[in-house]
């Protein structure tokens, strides 16, 4: 059965901080991973990750994918309570879409 | 607790056909959500039901598209008049307004994977 787990499930820092979000996989079929910021609304998109070991940087976020080790890490630094979503990690298998649980980030002032 | 069901999986439908997606939210979530994911591209917001009312429907075409969440049974998602063009993954994800400040948790299904020939 494939499935994406996300870790931790919630987490609160202060405004300043560095966060590492995790998402670890087990699916057949991978072909990318994508990193979702969910606030109000629609999830806005981050991240596509689709090779081992490349760091996508934007801003104070940067995530990278570890194909042998299953998983991909969200970075954020300095953390602004504008930060403060759930972040959703999902991933792209044959025709399917896999989604994990999300983490909630709340970053206090 | 069952997560959130959709189906069918796939749909394959000839253009100008009609596709009925539908979807089951988790237990106990009154509110569903539904996006169209495109190839290379994220999700893209349709619409936002509650039971038996149409919150926000400002992602959704206006025409050949409609989509309900019944008192009782699952969430629907109609196209009507199918083009090639419709061709995507819909996802359905459905939440409760938890309280705890501004956002929810969205929980997603699976997917509905239309393929219009």
């Known amino acids: 059965e494939d499935k994406v787990v996300q870790s931790p499930l919630s987490l609160v820092v202060h405004e300043g901080d560095t966060v590492t979000l995790n998402c670890s996989y087990e699916?057949?079929?991978?072909?990318?991973l994508l990193w979702y910021k969910q606030e109000k609304k629609a999830p806005t998109f981050l991240f596509m990750l689709?090779?081992?070991?490349i760091e996508k940087k934007s801003g104070r976020l940067s995530s990278i994918l570890d194909k042998k080790e299953l998983f991909s890490i969200l970075n954020i630094t300095a953390t602004q309570t504008g930060d403060s979503a759930v972040y959703l990690c999902?991933?792209?298998?044959?025709?399917?879409?896999?989604f994990g649980a999300g983490t909630r980030l709340t970053v206090k002032p | 607790n069952a997560g959130v069901m959709q189906n069918p999986r796939h749909l394959v439908r000839r253009r100008g056909q009609e596709a009925r997606l539908r979807c089951s939210p988790m237990?106990?979530?009154?509110?569903v959500y539904w996006y169209r994911q495109l190839p290379e591209e994220g999700l893209k917001f349709m619409v936002y039901?509650?039971?038996?009312?149409?919150?926000?429907e400002s992602g959704m075409p206006k025409e050949r598209f409609s989509a309900e969440f019944p008192k009782e049974g699952p969430s629907i998602l109609r196209i009507q008049q199918v083009v090639r063009g419709d061709s995507a993954a819909y996802f359905c994800?459905?939440?409760?307004?938890?309280?705890?400040?501004?956002?929810?948790?969205?929980?997603f299904g699976p997917g509905t994977r239309l393929t219009v020939l």
């Open positions: 039901l509650q039971k038996e009312n149409i919150i926000d």
């Open positions: 699916v057949t079929n991978f072909r990318s």
């Open positions: 999902a991933v792209e298998l044959g025709n399917d879409m896999r």
């Open positions: 689709t090779s081992s070991g």
């Open positions: 237990k106990g979530h009154s509110h």
């Open positions: 994800a459905s939440s409760t307004l938890s309280g705890q400040g501004d956002y929810n948790e969205q929980f």
